[in-house]
């Protein structure tokens, strides 16, 4: 179940890091998030919870335009369904 919401997630971060509209701050925090969530050693809800901090922080940047910002809004709702 996880795994295809990871890559789901994955997908949609990768899209962010290649948008040169994002700001350059945002896009590396979505590289970090990325990273995380592909350590398969690592506990599926840790990740999970590591990268939702992170992209929680970002999504109230001032500075993220609003096409990133509803990703990032679409990234943490996958990923709260496998915390819970």
Request: proline fraction near 4%.
């Amino acid at each position: 179940m996880s795994n295809s919401t990871f890559n789901r997630v994955s997908e949609i971060l990768k899209h962010i890091m290649e948008d040169t509209s994002v700001p350059r701050n945002i896009r590396r925090a979505a590289e970090e998030s990325n990273d995380i969530l592909s350590k398969k050693d690592e506990d599926a809800t840790v990740r999970a919870s590591t990268v939702i901090s992170i992209l929680d922080e970002i999504s109230n940047d001032p500075n993220i335009p609003i096409h990133a910002r509803t990703l990032v809004w679409e990234i943490l709702s996958e990923l709260e369904s496998i915390r819970n």
